[in-house]
């Protein structure tokens, strides 16, 4: 499940922020959801990014949590995807208008570098 992202405040710590997310998003308190695990992910790329996992305790549903350090928005999966995202394109140098060597070729593209390549 998507979680919208929650309102930055960016001085609460990140176990309270991750909980009040849970709350916002899913309804019910913040002390309803325990905290289970919790993570710096550091992609090689750099971009760090806090990762937790909490059950609620009225339904036994466990929830991952993820918060940006640098502006202290939290979010659910769609932070982590999107600084996924950052980190390989600034590995791989693959993004928008860019060569991605391992992005699957479409057959008019594959049939456009056919015809440039035996066109010689």
Known sequence: ????????????????AGARHLADALGG????????????????????????????????EVHVVYRDPSDGAVAGQELATAHIA???AQLTGCGPGAFCPYAAVRRDEMAAFLHRALAR
Request: net charge negative.
């Open 1 to 16: 499940m998507v979680l919208p992202a929650s309102s930055v405040r960016a001085a609460e710590p990140n176990e309270t």
């Open 29 to 60: 308190s913040p002390n309803d959801f325990d905290l289970l695990h919790e993570r710096m992910l550091e992609p090689e790329a750099g971009a760090a990014l806090w990762s937790a996992k909490y059950v609620d305790s009225r339904t036994g």
């Open 86 to 88: 950052e980190a390989t």
